[in-house]
């Protein structure tokens, strides 16, 4: 009789994002003349820019055709695409990445997932708490999170970093010694970001302890601050510690269209293994590539056109933040994130529960959000919004929660 993993038996429920949208469901089922404005899953709602359009469009005609036909590509990526990034996002900041350490994919969600492949299971993981579920569940897959402890909300064999108003929500290394961080910068679910100074700290203990830095950086376009890091690689050192995963999601409105790229500097090595060659075995073995179309869509976004526009789409979320922001804030409520970050971390009145704030407002204000605890224990008492709604809804949205808390 076939085995199954037991550690999938060993996760919670469903997957956050699942569950709040089950929970959407339900409660319009039930109130059919209700409308739901959804800022919950950081889903954009932006329509793709023009440039990128035409660059499909052209790629789709080329398929088309015997010359400009592709069929597999490189797994690694198209070198039209991986050259522009390693030269737009990092050497136009003074970050000298080899396109040969960028791996092109179809969502930093599938690369944050898919990287524990090619770690042993018995690694010690670190998680900030709260925390994007992905580097959870997906360690708990593996086997690497031991057991799930129901009444703490948290999984025994993880090292969860709080997360917390006190600290800024951004943690400092921990005592004991850890081999896998995850960290998060510019932060989801909290919209933190951490300094140079913090990241360094970070990027020493890795190198001294021999751990490895899982940085995902996919909200680095919303930074607004001068001296905030983008990338981890600005950061001395952590050429030989870190990787970091990017994606258009989010800057350019690929949730839907899917292409996303991870980095592992060469000079990185443990257990006298090179990552960089352990990711590219992994990738050619169980990944065929990103499609051409959506590599060719891609590389548009850093052309002249792509970039102006692009930029407008983000300039437009980063006005949704700062309603979403400074709105809830007049009414009242504390408020974090939003300045560098599409998300806005609100902290519930009253002492409510992180749950019972998100039934609140979708049932008095129509507002779908996603509650903290869903993220962590530390998240208790806290919810998410995104900036990444239609902009008017957005308005609506927080002109009736302002209703509702004055009316309280
Ligand atoms: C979120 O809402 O946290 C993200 O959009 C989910 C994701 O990127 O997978």
Same mark, same amino acid.
């Given at each position: @009789? !076939?085995?199954?993993?037991?550690?999938?038996?060993?996760?919670?429920?469903?997957?956050?994002?699942?569950? $709040?949208?089950?929970?959407?469901?339900?409660?319009?089922?039930?109130?059919?003349?209700?409308?739901?404005?959804?800022?919950?899953?950081?889903?954009?709602?932006?329509?793709?820019? +023009?440039?990128?359009?035409?660059?499909?469009?052209?790629?789709?005609?080329? @398929?088309?055709?015997?010359?400009?036909?592709?069929?597999?590509?490189?797994?690694?990526?198209?070198?039209?695409?991986?050259?522009?990034?390693?030269?737009?996002?990092?050497?136009?900041?003074?970050?000298?990445?080899?396109?040969?350490?960028?791996? !092109?994919?179809?969502?930093?969600?599938?690369?944050?997932?898919?990287?524990?492949?090619?770690?042993?299971?018995?690694?010690?993981?670190?998680? =900030?708490?709260? !925390?994007?579920?992905?580097? !959870?569940?997906?360690?708990?897959?593996?086997?690497?999170?031991?057991?799930?402890?129901?009444?703490?909300?948290? *999984?025994?064999?993880?090292?969860?970093? +709080? =997360?917390?108003?006190?600290?800024?929500?951004?943690?400092?290394?921990?005592?004991?010694?850890?081999?896998?961080?995850?960290?998060?910068?510019?932060?989801?679910?909290?919209?933190?970001?951490?300094?140079?100074?913090?990241?360094?700290?970070?990027?020493?203990?890795?190198?001294?302890?021999?751990?490895?830095?899982? &940085?995902?950086?996919?909200?680095?376009?919303?930074?607004?601050?001068?001296?905030? +890091?983008?990338?981890?690689?600005?950061?001395?050192?952590?050429?030989? =510690?870190?990787?970091? &995963?990017?994606?258009?999601?989010?800057?350019?409105?690929?949730?839907?269209?899917?292409?996303?790229?991870? $980095?592992?500097?060469?000079?990185?090595?443990?257990?006298?293994?090179?990552?960089?060659?352990? *990711?590219?075995?992994?990738? =050619?073995?169980?990944?065929?590539?990103?499609?051409?179309?959506?590599?060719?869509?891609?590389?548009?976004?850093?052309?002249?056109?792509?970039?102006?526009?692009?930029?407008?789409?983000?300039?437009?979320?980063?006005?949704?933040?700062?309603?979403?922001?400074?709105?809830?804030?007049?009414?009242?409520?504390?408020?974090?994130?939003?300045?560098?970050?599409?998300?806005? *971390?609100?902290?519930?009145?009253?002492?409510?529960?992180? *749950?019972?704030?998100?039934?609140?407002?979708?049932?008095?204000?129509?507002?779908?959000?996603?509650?903290?605890?869903?993220?962590?224990?530390?998240?208790?008492?806290?919810?998410?919004?995104?900036?990444?709604?239609?902009?008017?809804?957005?308005?609506?949205?927080?002109?009736?929660?302002?209703?509702?808390?004055?009316?309280?």
């Amino acid at each position: @009789m !076939v085995k199954i993993n037991e550690n999938y038996l060993k996760l919670p429920g469903s997957y956050l994002f699942s569950e $709040v949208a089950r929970r959407i469901k339900v409660y319009s089922d039930a109130h059919p003349d209700a409308k739901i404005t959804k800022l919950s899953i950081g889903d954009v709602t932006r329509p793709l820019v +023009p440039a990128v359009v035409e660059a499909m469009h052209q790629a789709v005609t080329e @398929m088309g055709t015997t010359e400009g036909f592709h069929g597999y590509g490189p797994e690694q990526g198209y070198d039209f695409l991986r050259d522009v990034i390693a030269q737009y996002d990092y050497r136009d900041r003074g970050v000298d990445i080899d396109p040969e350490e960028i791996f !092109v994919s179809d969502g930093a969600k599938s690369d944050c997932g898919n990287i524990g492949d090619i770690f042993g299971v018995d690694n010690v993981v670190a998680v =900030c708490d709260p !925390v994007y579920p992905v580097y !959870v569940d997906t360690n708990a897959m593996a086997g690497r999170a031991g057991e799930y402890q129901e009444e703490l909300g948290r *999984w025994n064999k993880l090292v969860y970093m +709080p =997360c917390v108003q006190e600290n800024g929500f951004t943690p400092v290394p921990p005592q004991e010694k850890v081999d896998i961080i995850y960290l998060c910068f510019p932060n989801n679910p909290t919209g933190a970001v951490a300094s140079r100074a913090q990241l360094k700290a970070w990027v020493d203990y890795a190198n001294e302890n021999g751990s490895v830095i899982l &940085f995902d950086s996919a909200y680095e376009a919303f930074i607004t601050e001068d001296d905030i +890091p983008h990338t981890i690689f600005e950061i001395e050192g952590a050429r030989t =510690c870190a990787i970091e &995963f990017r994606s258009f999601s989010k800057t350019a409105g690929f949730t839907g269209t899917r292409c996303a790229y991870t $980095v592992v500097p060469k000079e990185l090595n443990r257990d006298g293994a090179s990552l960089n060659k352990l *990711w590219n075995r992994r990738q =050619c073995t169980k990944f065929n590539g990103v499609p051409y179309v959506i590599q060719r869509a891609a590389a548009a976004v850093y052309t002249p056109e792509g970039r102006e526009q692009t930029r407008a789409n983000i300039a437009y979320y980063q006005k949704n933040a700062q309603v979403i922001r400074e709105g809830l804030s007049q009414a009242g409520f504390t408020v974090f994130g939003g300045a560098n970050a599409p998300y806005i *971390w609100v902290k519930a009145p009253h002492n409510m529960g992180s *749950w019972d704030f998100f039934d609140l407002l979708l049932d008095r204000a129509h507002v779908a959000t996603t509650p903290g605890v869903g993220f962590g224990p530390s998240g208790e008492g806290y919810i998410r919004l995104t900036a990444f709604g239609d902009a008017e809804a957005t308005a609506q949205a927080v002109a009736r929660i302002q209703a509702l808390a004055h009316h309280k």
